[in-house]
T-cell receptor, first 113, second 114 residues
């Protein structure tokens, strides 16, 4: 089955690191994604990781994947007020080529100046 | 950088009316999708489309919904007789036909049914 869970809210101070966590249930997932949604805006793909990787770093973003526990996290270093948004974890379970993205519930990140 | 575009950005319609939401996917993409997000809820998959036919659809995508690629550039979602509960943000997405499986999302159309 496909279910992606996230904590609903995270508050951090500007300059601190943020860690947003996600758990998923579909072990066939090939790709796992993090999307950012700013207020009133669409979905912006931030980064993704293949399921055969443990970690991926992209500037201030670090993605960690624990396949055994089906746990994905997104770390944002030196969090800025512009990082305030809702962050969605998402997975694409491989189903023969048709890629239905399953999104998590979203974590609202609030950055306090 | 190429991007997915959607029009209109906001559509207001009366219950029972038909609406067509339009999307222009990235030009060399072959897979197209619609998602919706009811206010305050998670983004939900509606339908995927490939080679001029629906390849997968969710239980939300009932007979009142249809999709079409009327020409080489547009991809549309039609809702035949809108209900109040259809009010949501509708996102179009497209992806390459290669192994990256990376879907690019448009900015969304906010549909308000009154």
């Amino acid at each position: 089955g496909e279910d992606v869970e996230q904590s609903l809210f995270l508050s951090v101070r500007e300059g601190d690191s943020s860690v947003i966590n996600c758990t998923y249930t579909d072990s066939s997932s090939t790709y796992l994604y993090w999307y950012k949604q700013e207020p009133g805006a669409g979905l912006q793909l931030l980064t993704y990781i293949f399921s055969n990787m443990d970690m991926k770093q992209d500037q201030r973003l670090t993605v960690l994947l624990n396949k055994k526990d089906k746990h994905l996290s997104l770390r944002i270093a030196d969090t800025q007020t512009g990082d305030s948004a809702i962050y969605f974890c998402a997975e694409i379970p491989y189903s023969g080529g048709y890629q239905k993205v399953t999104f998590g519930t979203g974590t609202k990140l609030q950055v306090i100046p | 950088e190429p991007e997915v575009t959607q029009t209109p950005s906001h559509q207001v319609t009366q219950m029972g009316q038909e609406v067509i939401l339009r999307c222009v996917p990235i030009s060399n993409h072959l897979y197209f999708y619609w998602y919706r997000q009811i206010l305050g809820q998670k983004v939900e998959f509606l339908v995927s489309f490939y080679n001029n036919e629906i390849s997968e659809k969710s239980e939300i995508f009932d007979d009142q919904f249809s999709v079409e690629r009327p020409d080489g550039s547009n991809f549309t979602l039609k809702i035949r007789s809108t209900k109040l509960e259809d009010s949501a943000m509708y996102f179009c997405a497209s992806s390459y036909a290669d192994s990256s499986y990376e879907q690019y999302f448009g900015p969304g159309t906010r549909l308000t049914v009154t």
